[in-house]
């Protein structure tokens, strides 16, 4: 049985892993509109994989006896000056969710719930893969500047 204060957090989880897949998809339509369809298809697929993410959390919570919840989702950026800033603002909002997992483990750990722990810790190992191909994207794209773009654009894309 999952406590209450662990249900609460994971559906405060789900609906920050929902307006992940909200940025991602904005970043994807920025993206397309600027001709860079290869960082779209990347984006797309970022956005797909958060929201299996919010499903998995839910059917976690269920699994355990709880009530998994949908919650209002706020507004995602839409506008950005250059691939460089997306990139940057993915790792910098990785970074982000990175802690937020980290609370969960932190809040299973304090309900003594050690299921619930190794599961988390599988996001934990996930979000630190997430972190450093951002990194990497964003190096990448300052290594290489403008003359970048275009390959990067390419070799994205082929992300499925």
Not at 93 to 98: D, G, Y
Request: proline letters at 1%; a negative charge.
């Amino acid at each position: 049985m999952i406590s209450q204060n662990l249900q609460n957090a994971i559906n405060g989880q789900i609906a920050a892993e929902m307006w992940s897949a909200n940025l991602y998809l904005s970043m994807s339509y920025y993206f397309e509109s600027k001709g860079y369809n290869g960082f779209a298809s990347w984006m797309k697929v970022q956005a797909k994989e958060e929201n299996e993410h919010a499903d998995m959390l839910a059917q976690y919570v269920m699994k355990r006896g709880g009530r998994a919840v949908v919650s209002a989702i706020e507004a995602v950026p839409q506008e950005w000056t250059s691939p460089l800033d997306v990139f940057e603002h993915v790792y910098k909002h990785e970074c982000h969710v990175s802690k937020l997992i980290d609370k969960l483990v932190d809040v299973a750990s304090a309900d003594k719930d050690k299921a619930s722990q190794d599961f988390l810790w599988s996001f934990v190992r996930e979000q630190v893969e997430e972190e450093a191909t951002a990194q990497s994207i964003v190096d990448k794209i300052k290594l290489g500047g403008e003359a970048a773009l275009y390959h990067l654009d390419l070799k994205l894309g082929e992300r499925k």
